[in-house]
């Protein structure tokens, strides 16, 4: 793409980010903070950003984008990434790649399918992910290299845990060690539930802004190379795959209606934060703490439905 290309498509993208967020203004706010996560509940719910990173290596941002939030299940990701890595396909003998229709923690469905989560992004999913990754590992080696693979793909090594959400999470995560338990009885955890809960609580409580979390999310975008340091991070089919995943499973029980609505693979947190992708040109993060009746940012999904609208985004056509 020549220089003037660029230059307009970039203002364009910044033209309608900073458009979406003054039209949203008035919804911001409005959403229910996560509060059984009690670090999550003191997060200001007037907090929203939006950035955009393409495949050039740009970034646009509007709003409260350099500030760091906790990313919780964005963070399934790029487990999921390296847990594939480690074991390739022989992963989808321990979970699914099913939608599940339920809650991100539901214990019912885990009950009636014996131990083998529906896919990887629910949370009985991730912990299986997470019990793949601490294989060989100390919890702090498995803790460590999930945060050395973050900071990789955002090429930034300020990124870190916070841990007063990980402590926070660990306190009051009873529905999680339920899930783990109960795999366990199945043989479908094979360390001690303790050891597999700490790292996943610690994974779930990476911090990150959104123009971080849009960078680390660019190889998705560009084939499964990063353009930011020229690394080949996944082949091309495996890339296509996982935002296959994000597209059917990324939204929980409120998957299909994101597909639905604004039509790109994406994965969300409770924290606020949601990551999508646009295969072949950008990666882009909002993050907005109020959430709806599933858990997903509110006003995070309304501000990429805008997005995807404006920009002819949609992986389904424009």
């Known amino acids: 793409m020549c220089a003037s290309a660029a230059s307009s498509e970039s203002d364009a993208i ?78 989808w003998k321990r979970v699914g790649r099913e939608p599940s229709g339920t809650a991100f923690n539901s214990i019912v469905q885990l009950e009636h399918e014996r131990g083998l989560p529906r896919n990887p992004f629910i949370n ?23 945060v050395r693979f973050v900071r990789s793909l955002a090429d930034d090594e300020t990124i870190a845990i916070d841990p007063s959400v990980a402590e926070s999470e660990k306190a009051h995560g009873f529905r999680n060690a ?14 001690p539930v303790e050891l597999t809960l700490g790292v996943y609580f610690h994974s779930c409580a990476l911090a990150m802004s959104c123009a971080q979390l849009a960078r680390a999310g660019l190889f998705l975008a560009n084939g499964g190379r990063s353009p930011l340091t020229g690394l080949n991070v996944v082949s091309r089919a495996r890339a296509r ?65 805008l997005i995807t609208q404006r920009m002819g985004w949609s992986i389904f056509g424009p």
């Open 241 to 305: 795959r996982i935002n296959a995943l994000m597209l059917t499973c990324g939204h929980y029980d409120g998957s299909g209606d994101f597909a639905f609505r604004v039509g790109l693979p994406g994965k969300s947190g409770v924290g606020g934060g949601i990551l999508a992708i646009v295969p072949g040109v950008a990666a882009i993060a909002v993050w907005s703490p109020g959430l709806d009746v599933h858990g997903n940012s509110l006003v995070g999904t309304r501000a990429l439905e």
């Open 124 to 146: 009985a999913g991730a912990i299986v992910v997470t019990d793949v990754l601490l294989a060989g590992h100390q919890p702090k080696e498995a803790i460590g290299e999930m």
């Open 14 to 91: 910044l033209q309608c980010i900073q458009a979406v967020r003054a039209d949203l203004a008035l919804l911001v706010g409005q959403g229910s903070l996560a509060d059984y996560i009690p670090e999550l509940a003191k997060v200001d719910p007037s907090k929203f950003g939006i950035a955009v990173a393409t495949v050039d290596g740009r970034v646009l941002s509007a709003g409260d984008a350099d500030e760091p939030f906790s990313v919780q299940s964005i963070s399934k990701v790029f487990a999921l990434t390296l847990a594939l890595g480690k074991v390739g396909d022989a992963l």
């Open 178 to 191: 339920a899930l783990a338990s109960f795999m366990k009885s199945w043989g479908n955890l094979v360390h």
